[in-house]
């Protein structure tokens, strides 16, 4: 049995591991910023050394992506040195690492899906600094670690876009949605549990990075017009292009991900995103019959 801490608790991806942890035969310490502060090496060290772990899975970060480009230092700490502490420590006491990023480390220009070793390009804070971690994490080459990119992540927990647009569908009578941003939306109990089943699979020297999404393409106004059918909330759902949808930060035009490297690898089976979504509606008792 080894001992797996998993950062970020109150997380859409952490909380998803600790359901299913239950059925796990590992033992698991789930931490917020309360529990451990990250940002802080001898905070890290203490916990590390007091409950013997083997394993950490990183799924803590500043996601606050408009904020971030006014919070700079705070997204830094979070999402780059935090992550030079975990790596560092994690490759002196010969700790696992896997670390969770973002589809953001790209610019979103691509006309055909990122594979791993396509060149990054952020163009916000968020982006970069989710960059940065990676970049020091490849640099310090703990043994055995890994880096998981993924996109567009929901689930029953945490606040997500499937929440919002059930939130605001009841509420109002029509809704104008994003249509020529394209990704796949990631449930995020679907990544969770690919990362508790590739656990016991990874060996490698270098850092290795991977990529993982539900399998399909779509927009955000597909995506909002599927959760308002499955719902069966009577929310007209109109098509509008970024440029009328004024942000702080720049999101990524096309977020679509490669996943080819993670399935090859590990041989497993990625679920379709209405598949995931219908699932996820279920288990929030929002899926109509």
Request: proline fraction near 3%; charged fraction near 25%.
């Amino acid at each position: 049995m080894l001992n797996v801490l998993v950062t970020g608790e109150r997380g859409q991806l952490a909380s998803e591991i600790k359901v299913l942890s239950l059925d796990n035969p590992n033992n698991f310490f789930f931490t917020d910023k309360e529990e451990l502060d990250i940002t802080n090496r001898e905070s890290i060290y203490m916990f590390v050394n007091k409950h013997n772990i083997d394993i950490i899975i990183n799924c803590a970060a500043y996601t606050a992506v408009d904020k971030a480009e006014e919070e700079k230092v705070l997204s830094d700490e979070v999402n780059h040195q935090a992550i030079k502490y975990l790596a560092s420590i994690s490759k002196e006491k010969s700790i696992q690492l896997i670390h969770i990023s973002t589809d953001y480390i790209f610019d979103g220009n691509n006309c055909i899906p990122y594979i791993e070793t396509d060149i990054t390009n952020p163009s916000g804070i968020y982006g970069k600094t989710k960059l940065d971690g990676e970049l020091i994490l490849q640099e310090i080459n703990p043994k055995n670690s890994i880096i998981i990119r993924t996109a567009w992540l929901y689930s029953s927990f945490g606040d997500n876009f499937v929440k919002t647009m059930l939130s605001l569908g009841k509420e109002k009578e029509s809704l104008e949605v994003i249509f020529d941003q394209v990704g796949t939306p990631t449930y995020a109990r679907d990544l969770a549990k690919t990362i508790l089943e590739i656990l016991p699979e990874i060996e490698n020297s270098e850092v290795e990075i991977y990529h993982y999404s539900n399998e399909g393409v779509l927009s955000w106004y597909d995506f909002a017009k599927e959760i308002m059918q499955m719902a069966e909330i009577e929310c007209q759902i109109n098509p509008i292009e970024t440029k009328e949808y004024i942000t702080f930060a720049k999101r990524p035009h096309y977020s679509l991900l490669n996943k080819r490297k993670i399935k090859n690898k590990f041989n497993i089976q990625i679920p379709y995103w209405k598949d995931s979504l219908d699932e996820c509606l279920q288990i929030m008792g929002e899926r109509k019959k």
